[in-house]
C-alpha cells in the first residue's frame, strides 16, 4: 500500500449506539421516516451490519497503528441474500479517546481510486484539535484494490479512456471490444459497481462501526460519492466535507466534456501571464506571442513527435498532458519551455525503452461510469460531438467527446441519482482547477441547499485543502466544531505561486 501525499481532513459527530437499519432512498427522494420496505431491507441487511471486524496489520511496511479488516457486503442490494463480495476497510484510531467525536471517512477520488491508506494521510496533515476527536476510516470502494476487484482482462493498449477523433473507427472497435471483454469477464459483477451501492458500502460500514451517523472527507470524485450518500442516507451524514467538487447534474459524460471549454479560458489567462513574465520564459512578450510559441511547438510534434518521459508524442499527445497545467500558470510556463526546448533540439538517438505498463487498471472505473448514469448508444453521436468540439477548442478539443465502452454496455440497472437536499456540507474549490472546474462545484452547492462553500479566488490546482491557509482554517473549524461558515467564504491566492501538494491522487477520469 503505497502512502501519498495527502489532503483534506474531517469531523464527526456520532452518538454511539445500535446502528439503524440500512434501506437506501429512492434515487430522487429524501427519507423522513422508516417504512415497512426500510425495515424489511434492515432485517435482511442484519448479518452485514451485525459483522465484527477483524482487526490487523495493513502489512509489513504500513505503520502498524493503522489496522486493516475485511468486511462483506451484497454485490446486489436487491438480493442481500446472494452473492457477497469484500471491502477492505482500515482504521487509526485517535490518540486521545477521551476526546473522541466519532468516525470520520474518507475517499480520494477516482473512481478507481483505493482508499485504505487514507487516514495515514490525514493523519499527517489534520491539525491536533481535529485528530483528537476521530478514529480516521479509511476503505477501498468496491471493485478496487484490496476488495473484491473488478479486472476485464484489458491489454496495455485497451487500458486508456480518451482518445482522439483521428482514430475514431478504431476507437469505436476499442469501446466495443473493452464492452465485450468487460462483460464476458465479469459481467455478473459490473452492473453493481457503482457510486450508490458504494454508498451503500459506506453505511454497512458505519452500521458495523457502531456509529448512528458519520463524517466524510471526499476529494473529486469523492465529492459525488459523498453528495450521493447525503441523498441516500441524509439522517445519517454529520459533517461532510467535499474538496474540488462534481457537478452531480452532469455525471458523468457532461462532466468530462466541461474541461475543453474551460480548458480554452485557462489558456488564454495563461497566455496574458505569461507574456507579463517574457524575461523569465522567453515565449513572447504579448498573449499573441506567447500563444503562438505553442502552437508552433504542437505543430513541431505533429511533424516529428516529441519525447516526454521516454513516450514519443504528436500534437494531440502534447495538448492532452499540458491541458491541466494551463491551471497551475507557472508550471504550465516552465513545461512549454522545456517542451520548445525538446522540439528544437530534436536529437536523434536510440529508440525511447518501451513505457511499463500502468498498474492503473480502468476496469472499475469504467464500470461506475457506466452503470451510474446512461450514455448515448450510437456512435454517430460521438463523431458529432467531437468533430464540433475539435472545431470549438483548439486546445483539448474532443478528447472528453470521443466514444467510451459506456456506449456498448448494458443499461445501469438503477435510475441516476438527482441529488437535491439540505444536509449540511462544507464545499471547498480553486477558481483554477483543471479537473473539477468551478463551476462544478457552484452547481453542487446550489443542489446542496445546507451547504457553505469556500472558494480561493485565483487558486490553481485540483484539491484545496491543505494549500491555502484561509481555506483550511475553515475546513478545521467545521470539522472541530461541526459550525459551518456563516456565510460563503471567499479566500485569496496569489497565480503562479508555487502551491503546497494536494492531497488529491491521480488514478481515475477525475484524477
Known sequence: MQRRPLVPLLAVTVMA???????????????????APDVATADALRPYTQQKPVWEGCGADIPAALRCATLKVPLDYRDPGGKKIDIAISRLRTSAPGKRHGVLLSNPGGPGGPGLDMPLQLEEQLPQKVKDRYDLIGFDPRGIGRSTPVRCGL?????????????????????????????????????????????????????????????????????????????????????????????????????????????????QRWTKWTAARDATYGLGD????????????????????????????????????????????????????KLKEAAEERTKGPAPAEE?????????????????????RDPETYRRDSVRDADRYPLYGDFASGVVPCAFWDRPVEPVTEVNNKVPALIVQNEWDSQTPLVAAQVMHRQLKGSRMVTVDEGEGHGVYSTNPCADSAVDSYLATGRLPAADVTCEATPGERRASSSLPAPGPLR
Open 155 to 267: 491489454s496495455a493498449d485497451e487500458n486508456v479512456l480518451l482518445r482522439p477523433l483521428r482514430t475514431f473507427d478504431k476507437n469505436v472497435a476499442w469501446a466495443k471490444s473493452v464492452a465485450d471483454k468487460c462483460r464476458t469477464k465479469a459481467g455478473d459483477t459490473l452492473p453493481h459497481i457503482t457510486t450508490r451501492n458504494t454508498a451503500r458500502d459506506m453505511d454497512v460500514l458505519r452500521a458495523v462501526l457502531g456509529e448512528r451517523r458519520i463524517s466524510y472527507y471526499g476529494g473529486s470524485y469523492g465529492t459525488a460519492l459523498g453528495a450521493v450518500y447525503t441523498q441516500m442516507f441524509p439522517r445519517r451524514a454529520d459533517r461532510f466535507v467535499l474538496d474540488s467538487a462534481v457537478d452531480p447534474q452532469q455525471m458523468w459524460r457532461g462532466m468530462f466534456r466541461t474541461w475543453a471549454p474551460q480548458a480554452e479560458r485557462a489558456f
Open 286 to 337: 504579448t498573449p499573441a506571442a506567447v500563444s503562438k510559441s505553442f502552437w508552433d511547438v504542437i505543430a513541431k510534434a505533429d511533424r516529428d513527435p516529441i519525447v516526454v518521459d521516454g513516450v514519443p508524442l504528436d500534437g494531440a499527445g502534447v495538448r492532452e498532458l499540458v491541458r491541466p497545467e494551463f491551471y497551475t500558470v507557472r508550471a504550465a510556463a516552465e513545461r512549454v519551455v
Open 17 to 35: 449506539a445500535l446502528a439503524p437499519g440500512l434501506a437506501a432512498a429512492p434515487a430522487t427522494a429524501t427519507p423522513l421516516t422508516r417504512t
Open 356 to 376: 511499463p505498463p500502468s498498474e492503473f487498471d480502468i476496469s472499475a472505473a469504467v464500470a461506475v461510469l457506466c452503470g451510474d448514469s446512461s450514455w448515448p
